[in-house]
């Protein structure tokens, strides 16, 4: 269970951008959020994958509450969740190679000895071949990239997923791939996933069911 | 049918011809290539010089040869010689072989504290970032010559006090750059995805934070060689720097002072340019870098 | 149907805004490796016609719109002509010519994200006011009103004149920059990515904006890869693939019953979520390493022998066995399959 609970968050002092909002995702399913641009749906998703701190309110992973966020939250509550970002151009480093960067979480957790079967297996997963892992990211394509980013928040089998208006920038065919993979992994696993995006078609279509944003400000 | 055809093969021909391409910006290309090529060239006389003519033509700096002073640049001494007789060339590549061996020594040691400590501000943040940029401020403040001027004095006069010296004010800028470019990379959501990847605190900043802001510490280093080097000129032609007898630009440039006002242009002219010379060209090969690092000429490709 | 490669003679008179032939754009790369961004490009638009060019990220189209402002990269070498109606080439013009009579005044650019493309430390104002006295030489006392009048036209809000750009929602943001692009009164409106980024609403009144701001006396060329967006304003798609337009078609036949003959192009359209929302197989070629042949083959059901070979651009398709509604009478024989179409 993921629960986000009475959250209020923001970027500068008493100017919140998410009022107390509310929402939870049960094990393995998955939650289409809904709303303008620039109305907080992106905060409140980085909320909920402990990697902003919110101003008030509590988030509840598995029962247990988060302690921290970002660097403060223990490591295993991080790692529990898979977040993949709208533009794959800003969520990867641009001096490392493909399957480094699908590697990187696992060296961050001391499972170096890991690497080679599992980027494979994750690569694979994506559609990524030997050829293309050996890239930078500047030698890439938009959609290439967002792969690599997707294998990269699957490496660790996450339970929860985070994906930020994931297909935003990319054209159908590789939306409807990214989407297959995502699901895929979801079946295999069983992970919950909350998608926050703008697209109604898409998210209606992927997840189990949608809510607006203007459903759960207070 | 036939219209079909026709159509299919009109649109053979319009690929069959050769095609023409028509290649666009060449010649801003060529001149910055003969830019660069031009600054390289220099750049690595000047070290070669440095390094080669000392072991080669052992100078006694102390010599001095009365009968042969202040003679005009000709064929036995191509820049002439100074007051007490000593020949000018040779005089000038061992003062720019202090000059540089200080430049680069105090442009290293600054960028390696201005890099540590601009980085480790902007990963900390919060209060520590605050104390730090506050006290690199209150450093800033001081014209930096004084302070250069001050910590000479605390030593006898040397090599090594000057890069100390030299090195101590240098590193403020440095720091600043490195804690901006810090900051803005610390908001990327690669490192959000990092750290939803359980790095840690030390492996975001060593791993993914501190390699980005690299080429930016290395460009202001380069950049800082020339300015050290006109540092140090500034340090010895105020006699806060080495000793007299030993040749530096700085000093070179301060004791034909004398012979200027007498007319004899020499002594002054050609230590001015060891001076400019190399500081143009350590200049042009920052900018050929600065040029790499721009993200739109980086991505030669965009698709 | 409208044909792009073969015009009747009596069009010189009534030249159109923009007649791309054979376009190319190659990027020379180290080693004397080259990178074909875009291949041989054949088409026009009419006044009143809005073209969407629709394809995967790094298929060459942004490279495509880069071209027709002049703005490639130096390693870009260009080939073919796309000529607006006064029968300035715009790829021969100089930057010069480019500059100064070209861009603003007869091609006008409506950007990606129009959040960067406004000046951060002016007010709106300021930059009608600016671009209104360089386009159109209006006298001093007079550009005040004529700047007032451009935002009109693009409904930015008279109020919100004297505003950043930081200031302003993606909207009004999105509504300054048309408004600019929109002073020159160029003939041909071109928009790379208008709608990224945006939210479904958002994206449909930029379209609809766009599209009332071509009217009849101008052309839009619209490049995405959003196909809502494109089927909301275009009348006509076309679909690139690999750095070549594989197919153009009427929208309401791509979108329609009809559908794209191209697999490709159907592809596409199957992998919406409002339709079957499955992906094409494997990924697009390399654009620097193409395969010889029809560079989709390798993804594509239908692929056999004959693909090979390039199948030429001919009437507004490039495939050896484009899918047709009855069942082809000889996949191999490409004339024959598109007889049994027109009949």
């Known amino acids: 269970m993921l629960e986000v609970d009475a959250i209020t968050a923001g970027y500068e002092r008493h100017k919140p951008v998410v009022r107390g909002v509310s929402l939870t995702v049960r094990p393995g399913e998955s939650v289409g959020l809904l709303g303008p641009s620039g109305c907080g749906k992106s905060t409140l998703a980085r909320v909920a994958a402990l990697l902003h701190r919110p101003d008030a309110g509590r988030v509840v992973v598995d029962g247990t509450a988060a302690a921290g966020w970002r660097h403060r939250a223990p490591r295993a509550q991080r790692t529990a969740f898979g977040v993949v970002f709208q533009q794959p151009r800003l969520s990867a480093d641009p001096r490392l190679t493909l399957s480094a960067l699908i590697a990187e979480p696992l060296r961050a957790n001391g499972r170096a000895d890991e690497v080679p079967e599992k980027v494979r297996e994750s690569a694979a997963r994506v559609g990524l071949g030997d050829e293309l892992l050996g ?26 997923l985070v994906c930020d208006e994931m297909t935003a920038m990319l054209d159908a065919s590789t939306t409807a791939a990214l989407v297959r993979v995502v699901e895929d992994y979801r079946a295999d696993t069983g992970a919950g996933l909350l998608a926050v995006g703008h697209d109604k078609a898409l998210l209606t279509r992927w997840c189990d069911r949608t809510v607006h944003w203007s459903e759960l400000e207070a | 049918m036939a219209e079909v055809a026709e159509k299919a093969v009109k649109a053979e021909m319009s690929e069959q011809p050769a095609v ?14 003969w830019r660069l090529r031009t600054s390289a060239a220099i750049t690595l006389a000047v070290v070669v010089a440095v390094l080669l003519v000392p072991p080669l033509v052992q100078l006694d700096e102390q010599a001095v040869d009365l009968a042969s002073k202040l003679q005009p640049p000709s064929l036995a001494h191509p820049f002439g010689t100074d007051d007490v007789g000593r020949d000018l060339l040779l005089r000038c590549v061992y003062g720019l072989r202090v000059s540089l061996l200080v430049g680069v020594v105090a442009a290293v040691v600054a960028t390696v504290i201005g890099t540590a400590v601009g980085a480790a501000a902007a990963a900390a943040g919060g209060r520590v970032d605050r104390f730090v940029m506050r006290l690199v401020d209150l450093f800033s403040s001081v014209p930096h010559l004084l302070l250069g001027i001050f910590i000479v004095a605390m030593f006898r006069p040397g090599v090594w006090p000057v890069v100390v010296s030299v090195a101590l004010t240098h590193w403020l800028s440095t720091a600043r750059i490195v804690r901006a470019e810090v900051l803005s990379l610390r908001s990327r959501p690669y490192v959000d995805a990092a750290i939803s990847g359980g790095a840690s605190r030390w492996r975001v900043t060593v791993r993914h934070l501190l390699p980005g802001v690299l080429p930016q510490a290395g460009l202001a280093a380069v950049l800082m060689v020339p300015h050290a080097i006109w540092h140090e000129s500034a340090l010895s032609f105020l006699g806060l720097g080495l000793p007299t007898h030993q040749a530096s630009l700085g000093t070179l440039v301060q004791s034909a002072r004398g012979s200027l006002l007498a007319g004899d242009w020499w002594p002054t002219l050609f230590p001015g340019l060891f001076i400019i010379v190399p500081t143009l060209a350590i200049a042009g090969l920052a900018g050929a870098w600065r040029e790499r690092l721009n993200p739109r000429r980086r991505s030669e490709l965009m698709l | 149907m409208t044909d792009a490669a073969t015009r009747p003679a009596d069009a010189a008179t009534t030249a159109p805004v923009l007649d791309v032939r054979g376009l190319s754009v190659r990027f020379r790369m180290r080693g004397e490796r080259y990178v074909r961004a875009v291949t041989d490009a054949h088409f026009t638009l009419e006044a009143g016609q809005r073209l969407a060019l629709v394809g995967e990220s790094g298929c060459g189209k942004s490279v495509l719109a880069s071209a027709l402002l002049g703005l490639l990269p130096e390693n870009a070498e260009t080939a073919g002509s796309a000529l607006l109606g006064d029968g300035t080439d715009l790829l021969a013009a100089d930057e010069r010519t480019l500059a100064r009579t070209v861009r603003g005044r007869k091609v006008g650019l409506v950007p990606q994200s129009p959040a960067a493309h406004l000046t951060p430390v002016r007010t709106i104002r300021s930059q009608l006011e600016e671009t209104v006295r360089e386009l159109l030489r209006t006298p001093r006392a007079a550009v005040r009103k004529a700047a007032e009048e451009a935002a009109g036209r693009a409904s930015f809000p008279a109020d919100h004149l004297d505003r950043y750009p930081h200031e302003l929602s993606g909207g009004l943001a999105q509504r300054a920059a048309t408004a600019l692009a929109l002073i020159g009164d160029a003939p041909l409106l071109l928009a790379d990515e208008p709608t990224t980024g945006l939210d479904r609403d958002l994206v449909e009144h930029t379209v609809d904006e766009l599209a009332r701001h071509t009217g009849s006396s101008r052309a839009l060329l619209m490049i995405t890869h959003d196909l809502a967006a494109a089927e909301r304003i275009a009348d006509r798609i076309a679909v690139m693939y690999a750095g070549r337009i594989v197919e153009i078609c009427d929208a309401e036949d791509f979108f329609g019953a009809r559908g794209p003959r191209h697999p490709y192009a159907r592809g596409l359209l199957n992998a919406l979520p409002e339709r079957e929302f499955a992906a094409i197989p494997g990924m697009p070629p390399e654009l620097g390493a ?8 390798a993804r594509c059901g239908r692929a056999s022998e004959a693909c090979r070979v390039q199948p030429p651009f001919a009437d507004l398709l490039a495939c050896h066995h484009p899918v047709s509604d009855r069942p082809a009478a000889d996949p191999a024989d490409p004339a024959e399959a598109l007889e049994a179409e027109h009949a």
């Open chain 2, 20 to 33: 023409a391409w028509r290649v666009r910006g060449v010649r801003r290309r060529s001149t910055r290539t």
């Open chain 1, 135 to 160: 890239r930078r990211p500047h030698e890439v394509s938009d959609g290439q990239l967002q792969r690599a980013c997707v294998a990269r928040a699957l490496i660790l089998e996450p339970r929860w």
């Open chain 3, 290 to 297: 193409l395969p010889e042949g029809c560079a989709f083959a």
